[in-house]
């Protein structure tokens, strides 16, 4: 039974997002519908966006450079247009199936440098912890900075009865959630384990780098400029000139969150946007088309150098080859 349900499952895991973010196209569209939103595509000023697209390029590129730094403590190296080339590979084949960017990416570094596939994986693996690290973080940095502003809005959304009963069960959730991993021996609970002990082993993993410094200003500077990038991007939009930066920092944490689990947040991504947006007051219509402004530039961004990358890594590794 369980060797037949897997090939279901499989499609399930590729369906499933692509279904759901088509109902919440769907459902967002018929409140807001799309001749609201062309508008503001039109008269948005496309210098920021331009910007915006600079500082995600220069995420990416940080990304690619800061990959050597894991490989090396084990006795491997990537020339760094190859890694760059592997990481918009990777992006681009996310939109298609969620996570399978990963995947492509450990086979760049095997096929054409000669890095082990699970030593590679392994390492983007890490990486990943330290990008939850990373979110985390930010989440914390902004309710520590900004928490009266944030109180309020809840205080003025939720009533403080429903907010003392959410957190009560919310704690009461986890409570159960860590009592069953620790029990449970089930596959669902091994994962969760697994997760758990691979973050604490990719936070445990820097102290082996050389280039410790290195790695963490990489680290920061990739979120700083996906940060930048979002806010940067806002100001295209005439009409969300002045909206908070929390607002923004809590729209931007949210759209992350939409890409890291679907097919490159395609309809979730301005829906995620839309919903935090309006938690603070600001209009639907222009929240909306920033929404899908911001998502629209980066997937722009990603299948331009996807593409290029896809058909130029090839014929780079064979005129390396042919040098040698």
Same mark, same amino acid.
């Given at each position: ?43 948005? @000023? ?47 084949? @996310? ?112 102290? @082996?780098?050389?280039?410790? $410094? ?76 920033? $929404? ?33």
């Amino acid at each position: 039974m369980s060797k037949k349900s897997n090939p279901i499952l499989k499609n399930l895991k590729i369906i499933l997002p692509i279904v759901l973010a088509v109902f919440f196209g769907w459902l967002t569209f018929s409140r807001l519908p799309i001749s609201e939103i062309v508008p503001y595509f039109k008269k948005a @000023n496309y210098w920021w966006i331009v910007l915006g697209v600079f500082f995600g390029v220069l995420s990416h590129l940080s990304r690619a450079y800061r990959w050597n730094y894991m490989l090396k403590p084990m006795g491997y190296s990537i020339k760094t247009q190859n890694s760059i080339m592997s990481i918009f590979i990777a992006y681009l084949a @996310n939109f298609g199936i969620p996570r399978s960017g990963e995947v492509l990416r450990a086979a760049v570094a095997t096929n054409y440098e000669g890095v082990p596939f699970e030593k590679s994986f392994g390492t983007i693996v890490t990486e990943r912890v330290f990008d939850v690290i990373m979110v985390l973080l930010i989440c914390v940095v902004t309710l520590f900075f900004q928490f009266d502003f944030i109180y309020n809005i809840l205080i003025e959304k939720l009533h403080p009865q429903k907010i003392i009963i959410l957190v009560l069960v919310m704690s009461l959730a986890l409570a159960l959630l860590i009592f069953y991993i620790k029990k449970s021996k089930g596959k669902t609970a091994n994962k969760i384990k697994g997760f758990a002990n691979g973050l604490l082993e990719g936070i445990t993993s820097v102290r @082996n780098m050389k280039n410790k $410094g290195a790695f963490i200003f990489h680290t920061v500077f990739i979120w700083v400029m996906y940060i930048l990038m979002f806010y940067i991007t806002s100001f295209s939009v005439q009409e969300l000139h002045g909206a908070p930066f929390s607002s923004l920092i809590v729209a931007f944490i949210a759209a992350s969150f939409t890409v890291a689990t679907t097919n490159g947040g395609v309809f979730f991504y301005p829906a995620a946007v839309l919903s935090a947006l309006t938690l603070f007051g600001l209009t639907e219509e222009p929240s909306y088309a920033f $929404g899908w402004i911001i998502w629209t530039s980066q997937t722009f961004m990603i299948i331009v150098f996807g593409i290029i990358s896809f058909v130029y890594l090839p014929i780079f590794n064979k005129k390396q080859k042919n040098l040698k």
